[in-house]
């Protein structure tokens, strides 16, 4: 299933995605769930999915205004320079744990939605993300069982304001810049998207291929990470973490290609999703 949040006649809503349209699952499910964080928390993807095999759809995809995914996740973290390929372009060395960071919603814009240039850079950033959407609680779990936990996957932009992102120790404000990424359409299930671990990841800004990419690159797997960040705190229905992206950046190019208002932004996760955005002025 292909699951996503959205507004639509004045209310909002949530539904599972077809070719031909949305059938809205709102209020429909057993529990009355009002949100997919609700239906993850509650463990009724198969309801779900049971209810769609036979509904016909209830809006067309251009009557409904996209929404976050998840639009009130409790946590997102993020991990920097996980591609093997990007780690070099960037001139670092292999790490021996991932880097985390955390990043909040309200920095994210959705599916068709405007990103708003930094006011205080011209160094904006793209990058294309394969993102995992946990659906179970989840702590202390190992790495052989991690992708029991997940309900799916999406696709992020993790826009990246990069001169913020070195003014310290800490990458938080080049990374948390206030709609500066994007994060949907929608959210694949685990069970259509098939294996993290061989995605192509692309991503395209006004129509040139940027990033051309595949998860078998990570230097840390989805599994691993899930095991690894369930280790210091409880990951919730609904969180998402972001695996990082390949190489290809802006940053990387001589002289860096950054990002400018007009421009059109495209990342394609094979199997998950594809997520379209412009860049506006602030």
Same mark, same amino acid.
């Given at each position: 299933?292909?699951?996503?949040?959205?507004?639509?006649?004045?209310?909002? +809503?949530?539904?599972?995605?077809?070719?031909?349209?949305?059938?809205?699952?709102?209020? $429909?499910? #057993?529990?009355?769930?009002?949100?997919? $964080?609700?239906?993850?928390?509650?463990?009724?993807?198969?309801?779900?999915?049971?209810?769609?095999?036979?509904?016909?759809?209830?809006?067309?995809?251009?009557?409904?205004?996209? $929404?976050?995914?998840?639009?009130?996740?409790?946590?997102?973290?993020?991990? +920097?320079? &996980?591609?093997?390929?990007?780690?070099?372009?960037?001139?670092?060395?292999?790490?021996?744990?991932? #880097?985390?960071?955390?990043?909040?919603?309200?920095?994210?814009?959705?599916? &068709?939605?405007?990103?708003?240039?930094?006011?205080?850079? +011209?160094?904006?950033?793209?990058?294309?993300?394969?993102?995992?959407?946990?659906?179970?609680?989840? $702590?202390? *779990?190992?790495?052989?069982?991690?992708?029991?936990?997940?309900? =799916?996957?999406?696709?992020?932009?993790? @826009?990246?304001?990069?001169?913020?992102?070195?003014?310290?120790?800490?990458?938080?404000? =080049?990374?948390?810049?206030?709609?500066?990424?994007?994060?949907?359409?929608?959210?694949?299930?685990?069970?259509?998207?098939?294996?993290?671990? &061989?995605?192509?990841?692309?991503?395209? *800004?006004?129509?040139?291929?940027?990033?051309? =990419?595949?998860? #078998?690159?990570?230097?840390?797997?989805?599994?691993?990470?899930?095991?690894?960040?369930?280790?210091?705190?409880?990951?919730?229905?609904?969180?998402?973490?972001?695996?990082?992206?390949? #190489?290809?950046?802006?940053?990387?190019?001589?002289?860096?290609?950054?990002?400018?208002? @007009?421009?059109?932004?495209?990342?394609?996760?094979?199997?998950?999703?594809?997520?379209? @955005?412009? *860049?506006?002025?602030?």
């Amino acid at each position: 299933m292909r699951l996503a949040s959205f507004w639509v006649s004045g209310h909002e +809503g949530f539904g599972a995605v077809t070719d031909n349209g949305i059938i809205e699952l709102t209020g $429909r499910l #057993s529990g009355r769930q009002q949100t997919l $964080r609700d239906v993850l928390e509650a463990g009724v993807l198969e309801e779900a999915a049971q209810i769609t095999a036979d509904a016909e759809v209830d809006y067309a995809l251009g009557e409904v205004e996209w $929404r976050l995914p998840i639009p009130d996740p409790e946590k997102i973290y993020c991990v +920097g320079q &996980n591609y093997a390929a990007h780690i070099t372009e960037m001139g670092y060395e292999l790490p021996e744990y991932p #880097s985390i960071f955390a990043r909040f919603p309200r920095t994210f814009v959705p599916h &068709n939605g405007s990103m708003i240039m930094p006011s205080h850079s +011209g160094h904006f950033d793209y990058e294309g993300e394969m993102t995992i959407v946990i659906g179970t609680e989840a $702590r202390h *779990v190992s790495e052989a069982d991690a992708l029991d936990y997940v309900a =799916g996957y999406t696709v992020c932009n993790d @826009g990246s304001v990069r001169d913020w992102q070195k003014r310290g120790p800490q990458v938080a404000p =080049g990374k948390n810049w206030e709609f500066s990424g994007m994060l949907g359409p929608w959210i694949t299930t685990s069970d259509e998207a098939g294996d993290p671990g &061989n995605m192509a990841v692309k991503t395209w *800004v006004n129509g040139e291929l940027r990033q051309d =990419g595949n998860t #078998s690159d990570l230097v840390f797997s989805a599994s691993y990470l899930v095991s690894y960040i369930s280790t210091f705190i409880t990951l919730m229905p609904g969180d998402m973490i972001t695996t990082g992206s390949p #190489s290809g950046v802006a940053v990387a190019f001589d002289p860096p290609k950054w990002l400018k208002p @007009g421009d059109h932004v495209e990342i394609e996760i094979e199997t998950v999703g594809k997520l379209s @955005g412009d *860049v506006i002025e602030g």
